[in-house]
């Protein structure tokens, strides 16, 4: 017996009221955005522990098996490639309750944060004497003397310096910091970074809404309290959803509350 989570929206107007049901994991899909969306996948292996007679197999169970002791792990897809049929899962269900096969998800997340470099300057040549000792040394490579020089005129306004802010700001390229890399001069780091630029987080965070904005954000979450209801059911999946219920929702004109459909 499997419990099943629906939700319910009933939208009441003036004109009437409109409801319909869907499953939990719609809303979710539905509401999150597609880089937040985990996906997973089915994978089956063989469980070289279990002790089973190939005799009572039936000719696809053996053809699964036989798949499996070729190859370490099987995805869904390949087993419905396999068998040459979409549905599957009721006899990987049965090798699973034989103890036969393993069944795991491997979950993979979409979401990639944006990252960015930033250059550092090696500790030692924060001493004025180190320092004047670069300089001598660079004053053969006027491009990579050029690209230091600009790294110290942002340090006076920056905190952090990024790689490509040192590149425009020089009017140097990548080869030319590359090398002062190497030569250890320089170091690199890469940071995690929020996708919104300075200004746009400073415009978000000081945000304020005037006087008939601020109204209107009031009466937009009343009426949506007042006319929206959801309600979570925990069905016993003992028979099929009545049709008309999945296609009409409860009867126009009530609110929802909570029921149990048998």
């Known amino acids: 017996m499997k419990n099943l989570l629906l939700i319910i929206f009933s939208l009441h107007s003036g004109n009437g009221s409109l409801s319909i049901i869907c499953f939990l994991g719609e809303v979710m899909q539905a509401a999150l955005p597609a880089a937040l969306k985990l996906a997973s996948e089915t994978r089956i292996t063989?469980?070289?522990?279990?002790?089973?007679?190939?005799?009572?197999?039936?000719?696809?169970?053996?053809?699964?098996?036989?798949?499996?002791?070729?190859?370490s792990e099987l995805r869904v897809s390949d087993v419905s490639k396999l068998l040459g049929q979409k549905t599957v899962f009721p006899l990987l269900r049965s090798l699973f309750e034989k103890n036969i096969i393993v069944i795991s998800e491997e979950i993979t997340e979409k979401f990639k944060p944006r990252k960015k470099s930033f250059i550092l300057l090696n500790p030692i040549y924060?001493?004025?004497?180190?320092?004047?000792?670069?300089f001598d040394v660079l004053e053969r490579a006027p491009k990579q003397l050029e690209l230091l020089l600009a790294y110290f005129k942002l340090e006076k306004y920056q905190a952090e310096i990024s790689k490509a802010d040192l590149i425009e700001t020089s009017g140097s390229s990548a080869a030319v910091l590359k090398t002062l890399l190497d030569?250890?001069?320089?170091?690199?780091e890469?940071?995690?970074?929020?996708?919104?630029?300075i200004e746009e987080m400073e415009t978000f965070l000081k945000f304020e809404l005037n006087v008939a904005q601020e109204n209107a954000l009031k009466q937009v979450q009343s009426e949506f309290l007042l006319n929206?209801?959801?309600?979570?059911?925990e069905i016993r999946w003992e028979s099929t959803i009545p049709n008309s219920m999945i296609q009409n929702g409860p009867?126009?004109?009530?609110?929802?509350?909570?029921?149990?459909i048998k």
């Open 46 to 71: 063989l469980n070289h522990s279990a002790d089973f007679d190939k005799a009572l197999l039936s000719d696809k169970e053996f053809l699964i098996l036989d798949a499996l002791e070729l190859h």
């Open 126 to 134: 924060k001493d004025s004497a180190n320092r004047k000792i670069l």
């Open 251 to 260: 009867k126009s004109g009530k609110r929802c509350s909570r029921e149990s």
């Open 183 to 188: 030569k250890e001069i320089f170091a690199q």
């Open 228 to 233: 929206v209801c959801v309600n979570i059911l």
């Open 190 to 197: 890469d940071k995690i970074v929020s996708r919104l630029s």
